[in-house]
C-alpha cells in the first residue's frame, strides 16, 4: 500500500506542477517536469533506473520543490508536501545510534523528566514518525479531508 501511496504523491505533484498557474513559463516547467519525472540514470551494472530526482526530493523533505510556486496562493502545495513528508523515512534512515538515543529520550519525556521539545528535535523523530504513518493508510486520509475542510481553494484547485 505504501508504494500506492507514494505513486499517488507522485501523480498528483505532477499534475500541479504541470497544469497549476505558475510564475515559470512554457518551457521552464517541461524542463523541470522532464527532470523530476521523466528522468533516468545508468547504475552501476549499465542498468538504466529511473526515479532518482524523485527519491532525492522525498529523502530531503523537499518535495515538490520548495522553489516551485504558484501565482496563486492554493493549499495544494502544502497539501502535498504534508503527504509525501512521511516517505522521507522510507529513503533516509538514522543510524543505529540516533534511534537508541531517541528511545531514551522519549522514555525520559514520558517519565516527564524532559521537554517534549527535545523530542521533537531529535535527528531520528522525522524517521520514527514518518515509519508511524507509512504504516497508517488512516493517516493520509484524515491528512487528505483536514486539507479540504480547512482551507480555502481556488476555483481552478
Not at 549499465?46 to 527519491?55: D, N
Not at 501565482?71 to 497539501?79: D, H, K, M, R
Not at 503527504?83 to 531514551?104: C, D, N
Request: with cysteine; glycine share 6%; net charge negative.
Amino acid at each position: 500500500l505504501e508504494d500506492d501511496i507514494e505513486s499517488f504523491v507522485h501523480v498528483l505533484g505532477w499534475t500541479v506542477l504541470s497544469y497549476l498557474p505558475s510564475p515559470m513559463d512554457k518551457n521552464e516547467r517541461a524542463d523541470l517536469v522532464s527532470w523530476v519525472y521523466d528522468r533516468s540514470f545508468k547504475d552501476g551494472t549499465g542498468q538504466e533506473k529511473g526515479g532518482l530526482v524523485k527519491e532525492l526530493s522525498l529523502e530531503s523533505g523537499d518535495y515538490p520543490s520548495k522553489y516551485f510556486t504558484l501565482t496563486e496562493p492554493s493549499p495544494i502545495l502544502e497539501l502535498i508536501r504534508d503527504i509525501a513528508s512521511p516517505f522521507q523515512a522510507r529513503y533516509k534512515a538514522p543510524t543505529i545510534g540516533q534511534l537508541e538515543s531517541y528511545q531514551h529520550l522519549k522514555k525520559r519525556c514520558d517519565d516527564g523528566l524532559c521537554d517534549p521539545g527535545d523530542l521533537e528535535n531529535h535527528v531520528a523523530h522525522t524517521y520514527v514518525l514518518g515509519m508511524e504513518r507509512l504504516s497508517c493508510p488512516e493517516w493520509f486520509l484524515s491528512t487528505i479531508q483536514d486539507a479540504l475542510e480547512r482551507s480555502r481553494w481556488p476555483a481552478k484547485d
